[in-house]
């Protein structure tokens, strides 16, 4: 099967678990709180709010600073012709791409539970176009093979200085 494949298809299953996950976490949260006995930490359930935590996991600085660093980073590995250090930029996007599909996820299934509870939308177009600028970002940098890149000095200057322009420019005009 095609890597690219694979790597989507574990994005979309993870984006997929973590809505779900979240769902499922609101639900049992409400529904703790509405039983009519007590349950140890029910005063504090009942006080929840998932705007809160919505808030918290939709702040794109995170996600946005990390693809900056990956952007730094993967300058930094086409100096050097090290196998391991493309390995190790691989697994670093890897990684970012599975924080930023847990998070996109997770984030996902309070919305839906939230507007079949009747809550205003609070995902507005502006804020998905910024959500998804670094994950694509992120898979776009990882398809390109370091050592294609290495195989000519004009393709590694100019994707080195790329990188190091892009990774500022994305951290100045994302939120």
Known sequence: MNPVSNRLKAIAVTAAFFALSGL???????????????VPG???LTAYRPHDTVSILS?????VALTAAFLVA??????????????????????LLMLMAALAGFVAGYWVLLRLA????FLRLDFVQ???IPPVV??????????WLRSSWVFRIAT??????AAPLMLVHLP
């Open 42 to 44: 029910g005063l504090a």
């Open 160 to 165: 080195i200085l790329v990188l190091l322009i």
């Open 74 to 95: 993967t300058a930094i590995v086409l100096v050097f012709s090290s196998a391991y250090l493309d390995k190790m930029i691989a697994i670093f996007a890897d990684v």
């Open 138 to 147: 992120v898979f776009a940098v990882s398809l390109l093979s370091p050592a």
């Open 130 to 132: 910024a959500a998804l």
């Open 118 to 121: 009747g809550y205003e939308n």
């Open 59 to 63: 702040d794109l600085r995170l996600p």
């Open 24 to 38: 499922a976490l609101l639900g049992v949260i409400w529904g703790l709180s509405a039983l009519p006995f007590t």
